[in-house]
């Protein structure tokens, strides 16, 4: 059964710094999608970055990075040049497309506090 | 552009009455699906849709019904609510063919109490 783990409730980090949030991921299919978002205190939900299991590079979109590492099952999300407008809730997801790919599941989410 | 569309936002019912969230996308997407936030546990899937007439179970779909009878709708309905029940609830749809990267669009959210 897939499984997303998000091991970090809260993570400070300081204004202009890099901060990663970790995510780890259980799967027996081969072919499947992660992805991140945010969710700001006004509590919409914004996709942020997607990364196929066959992608060979790590997908980036501006500041924010993928580190996947298959072999080990983690899909950790790097935010550069942290801004105080990062300060929200981030959910990493999984979404296995061999079997079927309809269920999208969430991890329990880290809270991100950027500090001026 | 619409997007994904939830109604009402805010809902107060007593324990054993019942109600429907509403949901419409525009976006012509044939997934359409049903989460429910609660602190500490992240989203969890409750039902979805891969098209009208088809709908299946998530994790936690005890307590609620859902149908599609269209492409563009999809509710929520809550037989006889519970105070378990008192969460943020999410609709959201995704893309089912022509490539791209299948992520989900989100409607607001609304924000259910049972007292």
């Known amino acids: 059964a897939q499984k997303i783990t998000q091991t970090q409730p809260g993570m400070f980090v300081q204004e202009k710094e890099a901060v990663t949030l970790d995510c780890t991921y259980d799967t027996s299919d081969q072919s499947y999608g992660l992805f991140w978002y945010k969710q700001p205190s006004s509590g919409e939900m914004i996709f942020l970055i997607y990364q196929g299991s066959y992608d060979e590079q790590n997908a980036t979109e501006g500041r924010y990075s993928l580190n996947f590492q298959k072999a080990r099952k983690s899909a950790n999300l790097v935010i550069s040049a942290s801004q105080l407008g990062d300060s929200a809730m981030y959910f990493c997801a999984m979404r296995e497309v061999g079997t079927g790919g309809f269920k999208t599941i969430f991890g329990a989410g880290t809270r991100l506090f950027v500090k001026a | 552009n619409a997007g994904v569309t939830q109604t009402p936002k805010f809902q107060v019912l007593k324990t054993g009455q019942s109600m429907t969230l509403q949901c419409a996308q525009d976006?012509?997407?044939?997934?359409m699906s049903w989460y429910r936030q609660d602190p500490g546990m992240g989203l969890r899937l409750i039902h979805y849709s891969v098209g009208a007439g088809i709908t299946d179970q998530g994790e936690v779909p005890n307590g609620y019904n859902v149908s599609r009878s269209t492409t563009e709708d999809f509710p929520l309905r809550l037989l006889s609510a519970a105070p378990s029940q008192t969460s943020v609830y999410f609709c959201?749809?995704?893309?089912?063919?022509?490539?791209?990267?299948?992520?989900?669009?989100f409607g607001e959210g609304s924000r259910l109490t049972v007292l």
């Open positions: 959201a749809s995704r893309q089912t063919s022509g490539g791209g990267t299948g992520e989900l669009f």
């Open positions: 976006m012509n997407h044939e997934y």
